[in-house]
T-cell receptor, first 117, second 110 residues
Framework: NAGVTQTPKFQVLKTGQSMTLQCAQDMNHEYMSWYRQDPGMGLRLIHYSVGAGITDQGEVPNGYNVSRSTTEDFPLRLLSAAPSQTSVYFC????????????????FGPGTRLTVL | EDKVVQSPLSLVVHEGDTVTLNCSYEVTNFRSLLWYKQEKKAPTFLFMLTSSGIEKKSGRLSSILDKKELFSILNITATQTGDSAIYLCAVGGTGNQFYFGTGTSLTVIP
């Protein structure tokens, strides 16, 4: 199993450009999520999905779009990049668990370091 | 508002010392608390705690949860330079979301 993979590892954008960060997992996990990590801020949830066709917003969704057409893939789109979106982005996945109890650890991808000039 | 607070923010110790990292939380409908270690790359899983008073151990690391007082501690005994990392605490609550603290940066000096 490759686990959770992310591409690209590094990216530099100019303000206003758009791009898609790719995330894929081969563990058949229902739950996938995107986080950004900034110094002193910890990991903040951008968007998440509990299955194909289902997405929802996290703490900091503005400026980002997601879709989930398959169980394996969960791309994150920046529509019009801004310097405030300079960050390290992590994708994570885990089994969903039951509707009442969430026990499961999350598996993280290696991250994408994005710089917006 | 759901939040997770870790302390201290950073810590510098000498090899062989014992350290205690703290995580307090206010999260609606608590499900689980997770500890991660992050070394210049993706976080790696250490422990998951769901019940109070049951200590989880893995080698020199151990962790315990207090659901009444809403906190957890992560202990590392006989620290080594390889323990240098950021330690993250995450709490799972309503809606399948996990809330992360800002992390504790641990530096172990030889």
């Amino acid at each position: 199993n490759a686990g959770v993979t992310q591409t690209p590892k590094f990216q530099v954008l100019k303000t206003g450009q758009s791009m898609t960060l790719q995330c894929a997992q081969d563990m058949n996990h229902e739950y996938m999520s995107w986080y950004r990590q900034d110094p002193g801020m910890g990991l903040r949830l951008i968007h998440y999905s509990v299955g194909a066709g289902i997405t929802d917003q996290g703490e900091v969704p503005n400026g980002y779009n997601v879709s989930r057409s398959t169980t394996e893939d969960f791309p994150l789109r920046l529509l019009s990049a801004a310097p405030s979106q300079t960050s390290v982005y992590f994708c994570a996945s885990r089994p969903l668990g039951t509707s009442q109890i969430t026990y499961n650890e999350q598996f993280f991808g290696p991250g994408t370091r994005l710089t917006v000039l | 508002e759901d939040k997770v607070v870790q302390s201290p923010l950073s810590l510098v110790v000498h090899e062989g010392d014992t350290v205690t990292l703290n995580c307090s939380y206010e999260v609606t409908n608590f499900r689980s608390l997770l500890w991660y270690k992050q070394e210049k790359k993706a976080p790696t899983f250490l422990f998951m705690l769901t019940s109070s008073g049951i200590e989880k151990k893995s080698g020199r690391l151990s962790s315990i949860l207090d659901k009444k007082e809403l906190f957890s501690i992560l202990n590392i005994t006989a620290t080594q330079t390889g323990d240098s990392a950021i330690y993250l605490c995450a709490v799972g609550g309503t809606g399948n979301q996990f809330y992360f603290g800002t992390g504790t940066s641990l530096t172990v000096i030889p």
